[in-house]
Each structure stands twice: as C-alpha cells, then as structure tokens.
C-alpha cells in the first residue's frame, strides 16, 4: 500500500512539474524540430508535450554526418536558453505596465523564460547518440572535448534526478543574467508590490550595453560607409 502511495504521488509530482514547466518543453522539442528542418533530415513523429511517458520527443532518421547529429541534439541547448535570455532582458528592460494584469504578464515572461533554462539541456538519448558518433571514429575523438561535458551532465542528472540538477542550475543560471542586467532586487519588489512594472526604467547595466553597442554602430558607420566596410 505504502509503494503504491508512493509511485502515485510521484506521478502527480511529475504531472505537476510538466505542466509548471510545459514552455521550456514545448520550446525544447519545437528546437529539435526547426534544427531537423534546416539540416533536413526528415522526422517521422513528434510529440511537442506529453502527460505521460516522455514529456515531448521528436523522432527522426539517422542523420548523415556527425556535425548533423550534434545540431540536432544541441540545439534545445542553444535555443531555449537563446529564448531565456531575450525573454528576461525584455521583461527588465522594455515592457513595462501597470496594475495586476501588467505585472502578471511580466511574471509570465518570466516563467516561460525558466521553464525553457530548465528544460534546456538535451536528452539522455540524444547525447548518447551523440557521444556513440563520436567515439566511433578515432578522428573524433578530440571532440569529446565538447560534448563530454553534456553527457557527463546529463548521466550525473540521471543518477541524481534530473530536475534536482536542472531546477537549482536554472534558477542559478536566471539569477546570473538578472545580476547581468543590473537590477537590485530591492528596486524590483519596490515596483512589483506597488504594482508597477518595469518603473526602473529598464535594466541600467543592460540599457548601458545597448547604448554603448549602439554608438559603435554609428562610428563605424562614419568610419566606414555603405559599401566601403571592411
């Protein structure tokens, strides 16, 4: 009775967690996709989110090179946390609003923007298809450089629970690029508990950024005319 207790509560936890985390998911599988469709390689099934067995999957055939199948799957790696970041920087640095409904919508960015770090490594399948094509030929193998970390990674979550690892290393990964923008998190809930959003005025360090790319923009334009770039 106990281990039954037990497995059913920790399929509702599980449950629980894929509809908590159901953008990262979704945008994970939607990357594998878009790699398959620019690489072309045909795919046969997908499922961009499930309840049950796996939380989303994208079947394709064999790909023909090595640096094919690492695209394919990397790019959850790459995309998601592509996503994470421009979703943030705009939430702190761009959309602003007022009220219960403004500062929610800034919240949901902010959700979607964890959820898509933690589901942003890629799969234990599709790493060891990885790790398998690149053990295979001797050639290859100084490229385990690159994706001898992944795998360890993802057999590390393996053992450990995946989320255990992927959870603490998102928020951390989040709290990083907040830091990046600047923003104090006393300045943040001062507005959020006001109901104000985005009175900050944007991300300062960030906003700095952005107008400091922007005027090396326009000098190398004087530099170096329409036609004349380097």
Excluded: K
């Amino acid at each position: 009775m106990r281990q039954h207790w037990l497995r059913l509560t920790g399929r509702r936890r599980s449950i629980a967690f894929r509809l908590a985390t159901a953008p990262g998911v979704v945008l994970h599988e939607l990357a594998h996709r878009l790699s398959c469709l620019l690489v072309g390689v045909p795919v046969t099934e997908v499922a961009y989110f499930q309840l049950t067995g796996p939380p989303g999957y994208v079947r394709h055939t064999m790909p023909p090179r090595w640096s094919t199948a690492v695209l394919i799957a990397l790019s959850p790696a790459v995309g998601n946390v592509t996503v994470a970041a421009t979703l943030l920087l705009y939430s702190l640095a761009v959309y602003t609003a007022t009220g219960l409904i403004g500062v929610a919508g800034g919240l949901a960015l902010w959700w979607v923007a964890i959820a898509a770090l933690i589901h942003s490594l890629p799969s234990t399948t599709d790493l060891g298809t990885v790790w398998a094509a690149t053990t295979a030929r001797w050639y290859r193998l100084p490229l385990a450089v690159v994706v001898g970390p992944l795998y360890a990674l993802r057999r590390l979550a393996g053992h450990i629970g995946s989320y255990r690892l992927t959870v603490p290393l998102s928020l951390a990964a989040f709290g990083g690029l907040a830091a990046l923008a600047g923003l104090s998190p006393h300045t943040f809930f001062d507005c959020v508990l006001a109901g104000r959003w985005g009175c900050w005025a944007g991300a300062p360090r960030f906003g700095a950024m952005v107008s400091a790319a922007s005027e090396l923009l326009s000098h190398l334009r004087t530099l170096y005319p329409t036609g004349n770039a380097p």
